[in-house]
């Protein structure tokens, strides 16, 4: 009588915190925007810096939160408002990502110097080339393709030829920890951007750095045969050796990158299938943990452990982003992301059913419930995968409506920022 009780316990227990959780329903519209608004809600509580006693902050997460994860929150934001067209935080969103603008609207914040590194500012600079592709309100100057064109050639700067024959490396100033790492997300968000500043403006010069970044990537072996994409590298040892933990961030990043790149390309070029190997190693790496979890996301390199950081719980956010963008881009490789996308959703929304409101966003989706520590990253990532449910309601990234006034005019501010730099 005692074990059946006990079982009939934790067999309650289960069903209340399935029950109790956000309701999502995949295939409904009305559905799947209330829970991204909900989530939304939520992830939107951590940032204070609007509040009139923080006005110092504008644009800022609090800690245990770095400035890059900031950026990388104001891209969901963005995200958010093209799949619901809820408008509620658009103002907020905007003048956050101005506000780290820089005084050379780069994203090159002086007060940020510690944490400033290649891969941070090509967060900010990704944001606002989302909120470039899909006109996302802008209530002043600079345009968001500016800052997005001038944090990519001030990168283009850092190319270092000294040791590794190329590459970036993970940090910009010599001083800061990891100056000597090359680093895949650095090195990856430099490929996308250029991607998309290609497909955006029509200049062939971005795609010649898309396709240099490649060359180099799989050069050293960062990207492997198979399409994994390993962590980095070392100036010390001049890139003979690589660090193979692997995340899913740096495919995310590459699979998008790949995925415009075959947008905008023909049927002999070679970033269709780089596109789908990549969807293949996610696959094969990032979902299905447990046999009683298929096609569930997770992030294979700390979760099962539970030995995830800050900065790692929002990783499964940018895979979730990057993977229905390339739906968008690729749509005949829509129902294959579409059958890892549905079930990470659903487990998602399942998992937001901690604290005392029963829809806190938990860490371990294949956990039936709640599972895991909480925060800003957790909630970020349910809700990258939630919204995007709706990329059927929406229209592509768009495209400069005058693409060779967008490059003449992009290329007369360089050079005036070059001289000016003089």
């Known amino acids: 009588m005692f074990a059946y009780s006990l079982v009939a316990f934790f067999a309650a227990l289960f069903t209340c915190s399935v029950v109790q959780a956000i309701e999502l329903k995949i295939d409904d519209t009305s559905s799947i925007k209330n829970a991204a608004a909900t989530i939304a809600f939520d992830m939107m509580s951590y940032y204070t810096g609007n509040k009139t006693d923080n006005k110092g902050n504008v644009g800022l997460l609090p800690n245990p939160y770095y400035w890059w994860e900031a950026g990388a929150m104001w891209g969901a934001m963005v995200d958010y408002w093209y799949y619901t067209k809820d408008e509620s935080y658009n103002s907020v969103v905007s003048q956050a990502i101005l506000s780290q603008a820089s005084p050379t609207n780069d994203f090159m914040m002086p ?13 900010w600079a990704l944001t606002a080339m989302s909120a470039a592709e899909y006109s996302f309100p802008n209530p002043s100057t600079p345009s968001w393709i500016e800052l997005a064109a001038n944090a990519f050639d001030d990168m283009t700067t850092r190319w270092n030829t000294t040791q590794c024959n190329g590459g970036l490396k993970w940090q910009i100033f010599p001083e800061n920890n990891g100056y000597d790492y090359k680093s895949s997300i650095a090195n990856g968000g430099f490929f996308q951007l250029a991607a998309r500043l290609a497909r955006y403006t029509g200049n062939t010069t971005y795609v010649e750095w898309a396709e ?54 023909d049927e002999t070029s070679p970033w269709p299938n780089r596109t789908r190997g990549f969807l293949s190693a996610a696959g094969a790496l990032f979902f299905t943990p447990f046999p009683n979890a298929t096609n569930v996301m997770f992030e294979a390199q700390c979760e099962t452990a539970y030995a995830c950081n800050t900065d790692q719980y929002s990783f499964k956010a940018y895979l979730g982003r990057w993977l229905y963008a390339t739906a968008k881009m690729l749509p005949e490789l829509q129902s294959d992301i579409l059958a890892l996308m549905r079930p990470t959703a659903e487990a998602a929304a399942k998992s937001c059913s901690g604290g005392t409101q029963h829809r806190t966003c938990g860490t371990e989706w294949w956990f039936p419930g709640f599972g895991g520590a909480v925060g800003l990253g957790q909630e970020m990532s349910a809700l990258e995968v939630v919204h995007g449910l709706l990329l059927d309601t929406v229209k592509p990234p768009g495209i400069a409506a005058n693409r060779t006034s967008t490059t003449k005019e992009h290329a007369k501010k360089h050079v005036l920022r070059a001289k000016r730099s003089a």
């Open 111 to 123: 007060n940020q110097h510690f944490d400033l590194g290649n891969d941070d500012q090509v967060f």
């Open 212 to 265: 240099k970044s490649w060359d180099w990537m799989t050069g050293i072996g960062l990207i492997s045969g198979g399409f994994n994409v390993f962590d980095g590298s070392d100036d010390k040892i001049n890139c003979s050796g690589v660090d193979h933990d692997q995340w899913t961030y740096n495919n995310a990043v590459f699979i998008y990158g790949s995925a415009v790149l075959a947008n905008i390309s």
